[in-house]
């Protein structure tokens, strides 16, 4: 595998300081894993703002419900995916990576197969019932062509091959841009519309990206590895599920109590925190790989002195740019969507204090996964998801809009204690 980058540390002192300033996630491969996450960041902001410009709260509030279903059949591809693959394939090398990439490969295809087929009967029941299906009609092209592009790049990024991972999404999410943009300029832009352009895009990229892992795909397969992906991934994937029940499942919640105007308040804040996951996407892209190497090297010593390092870099980016949001937020929201979002700072200053909360848990869970810890995931997740199905509809009832999100906020917190007490506990 002449193509796969095995990381250099360097190490000073007793324990060995196992980075450097320049070995930290996104800058250790120069600039292309933060040029790679700021042009899907900006894709997503440009995509995401012009349709709640032009559909208005209620319709990109129909549009954000939709979206959601797509992420969540994303989050359970990285669960039970990709995140294996950044862990067990950046352990193995030569024969071994292959049988082990084309196994996962084939694993892949049978998931978003199994989505789509989910999503189009969903779609065909919403429209027997009488209802308006064209966005879950159109999601089913989205999730299949998304799914196979995100599986190629987070291949790429197991291999450290971040420059073919930035040009793989200059297909996919610079030709979306152009193409949303261009919808809007021509007055053609829906919500279904912009899920076809996201389904068109990524399966060019995808065409593209199959040449760019040829080398790492092969005819040998093992069900054996896809075994080891399961076992692996399964706490992940629990934890998923109890992640979005104790986040999403309030944008839901609060559409289903307050309408889908709620849905597109939630979102169209959400959307002012763009900017700041181009460093929490690079660093949860790029940290499970980094952090497995350190771990096979350096041990639980080592593993935790990366961690520490990681957090004294995002910690401080993070909270700078929730304050800016948190103080500008009146001003940001008629930037960017006129008069229509008015009246929503307070909902967009608790968002970024979710977010601020949240990103705690980031690397620490990273570092779970590393260790083979992931049930202390699932636990914590379950733990947020009981908490939001018991009192979410309670805080909505009394707080509204603001209530769905100082729910993700509590749920935020008990993640936060469960993954760093287990962390705190984990021994050689």
């Not at 990439?101 to 779609?123: M, N």
């Not at 193409?179 to 352009?197: D, H, Q, Y």
Request: charged share 10%.
């Amino acid at each position: 595998m002449t193509h796969r980058v095995i990381a250099k540390h360097v190490g000073f002192g007793h324990l060995g300081r196992i980075v450097s300033f320049r070995d930290l996630p996104g800058l250790r491969n120069g600039i292309w894993g933060l040029a790679d996450q700021a042009l899907i960041s900006v894709t997503n902001l440009v995509t995401m703002v012009l349709l709640a410009r032009v559909l208005g709260p209620e319709g990109f509030g129909a549009f954000a419900l939709a979206y959601t279903g797509l992420l969540f059949a994303n989050s359970l591809q990285g669960a039970l995916v990709v995140q294996p693959h950044n862990v067990l394939g950046a352990s193995r090398d030569g024969d071994s990576y292959v049988r082990y990439t084309t196994s996962t490969a084939i694993g892949q295809l049978a998931f978003l197969g199994g989505a789509a087929l989910l999503t189009l009967v969903a779609a065909i029941t919403v429209h027997w019932l009488g209802r308006d299906a064209v966005l879950l009609f159109a999601l089913v092209p989205a999730i299949i062509a998304w799914q196979l592009q995100e599986f190629i790049r987070r291949v790429l990024y197991t291999e450290e091959r971040l420059s073919a991972a930035f040009i793989n999404d200059l297909v996919s999410y610079g030709g979306q841009a152009v193409a949303i943009v261009t919808l809007w300029r021509f007055e053609r832009l829906t919500g279904p519309m912009a899920l076809l352009v996201l389904a068109a895009t990524s399966a060019l990229a995808s065409a593209g990206g199959i040449w760019q892992v040829r080398g790492s795909l092969g005819r040998a397969f093992d069900v054996g590895e896809l075994r080891q992906n399961w076992h692996h991934g399964k706490w992940l994937a629990g934890g998923q599920i109890g992640y979005w029940l104790s986040t999403q499942a309030y944008t839901f919640l609060a559409a289903a109590m307050l309408g889908a105007t709620a849905a597109g308040a939630l979102k169209a804040s959400q959307i002012l925190m763009g900017p700041l996951t181009v460093l929490l996407a690079s660093i949860g892209s790029v940290a499970p790989t980094r952090l497995t190497r350190v771990f096979n090297q350096h041990g639980h010593a080592g593993l935790r002195e990366q961690v520490r390092t990681m957090y004294l870099v995002m910690i401080p980016l993070t909270g700078s740019y929730c304050l800016i949001v948190t103080l500008a937020a009146e001003p940001l929201l008629r930037l960017l969507y006129g008069a229509q979002y008015d009246g929503y700072a307070n909902v967009t200053r608790l968002i970024a204090a979710y977010y601020l909360v949240s990103s705690g848990a980031l690397i620490v869970s990273a570092a779970l996964r590393v260790n083979g810890l992931t049930r202390p995931i699932f636990v914590a997740y379950t733990g947020a998801s009981v908490t939001s199905l018991l009192v979410g509809w309670l805080i909505i009832s009394v707080a509204g809009v603001e209530g769905a999100v100082l729910g993700m906020i509590v749920s935020a917190v008990i993640l936060n204690v469960v993954v760093w007490r287990a962390f705190r506990d984990s021994r050689e």
